[in-house]
Each structure stands twice: as C-alpha cells, then as structure tokens.
C-alpha cells in the first residue's frame, strides 16, 4: 500500500532568525537534483509559497502561486519565483507560531496506469512517462502545531506518495525496473546532497506509518543494480 514520503531534517544549536537561510540551502540542493544542471529548466522555481498560521487546520496568512511556463518568461512571477526572492518574500515576517511552505517539481518515471498485482500480464505493457511530481519543502516556527518541529524536523520534505521508489519489482519487466532505480537514485541524490551542502545534524527518511526508508532504498537500489 502507498505511503507518503518524508525527509525531516534538524540542524544543530538551530535559531528560529536563520530558518530562512536554511530554507534556501535546500531549495537550492532540490532545485539542482531536480533541473539536472540544467538553469533554463522550471523545475528549478518556486511554484507557491504559502504561511501557515498555528496549525494546518488554519487559512493561509499569505499565498502566492506562480506561473513557470514560457507564458512568464517577461513577468514579474518570472523573478519572484527565483528560490532566494519567494523565500525572502514568504518570510518577511517571522512568527514563531507559523509554518512556510514551498512547492516545488522534478520529474520521475510513473506508469500510465497503477500498477495492479492481479494484473501481472498487463504490467509488462504498461508505458512508463517522465511525470513532473510535486514536493513540498516546509520550514516550521517553534511554536507551530504545539512544537511538531521537534518531531518533523525544522525543515521537512514530502515527496507525496512513496510509490515511484518502493514498487516491488518481482513482476516488472527491465525497463520499468530501470525507470525505478532511476527515481530512487535522484531520490538519494538529493537527500545525501544535503547532508553534505546544508549543515543539518541529522536526516531521516521516512514514511507516514512510521517506516524509515533509507536502508530499505539502497538495499533496493543494490538489488536493481
């Protein structure tokens, strides 16, 4: 069964004033794991930004979405998507008590169609497309949701669903088995480039049901190789 995907993220002696700064740092890491090197590409913008006051359960205190398409190659959204200007702006004003979030998209290899197990025949057929996926990149104040930060971490990434890297591969023909070792590889890729590039103290990758997933993807990886 899918489960969603996170990356939490803590940094040590971490002070509430530099959350922007560390926002940025890891933006920039998924902007370039996600563009492939490449500047031109719009996968490297901010696609929205958004603050939460308290908790989830609240309205935005500010929002802005942004069009990445040739539609804006000469419009404001243009620059205001740049990760530093959308960070700056988000987070002009800090409060303790609310989270910002960044909505960002690379792209992974999904199947036209779910997979279905009973459908083992079917599988083999299946057309596998370089999809944009969309992340989610949020940085919690102290006080958000009662502290969640402590939990989360005080940067933490959602993938979305787990299954462009987790599928079983018994009944996957080569290339879908290639398409999957390719998305958990950039999927590493982006979680060691921050470990090395954004001074946290400690990552986990992990699940909504509670499963870390670091040591279960490289062994993945290992058996794809």
Known sequence: MADQLYLSLWYPNFRFESLPGALTGVLR????IATDG???SPFGRVQAASAYPINWTETPAYQRIY???DRAAETPDTAGSIIETAVAEAT???HEDTAYEFEMRWALWTPDTPLDPAEEDIQLDRIWKLEPAKV???GFGPDFDD???EQNGQIRVDFGLDA???LEDEDLDEDATKKIQQNVEKLLAF???VEKHCGISSRLLWTESGEPLAEKLIAKLQRLN
């Open 92 to 94: 002009e004003q800090l």
């Open 164 to 166: 462009p890297w987790v």
């Open 191 to 193: 979680t060691l480039s």
């Open 147 to 149: 502290g969640a930060f």
């Open 67 to 69: 069009v990445n398409d």
């Open 29 to 32: 890491q998924f902007a370039l």
């Open 136 to 138: 989610r990149i949020i």
């Open 38 to 40: 490449k500047p031109s």
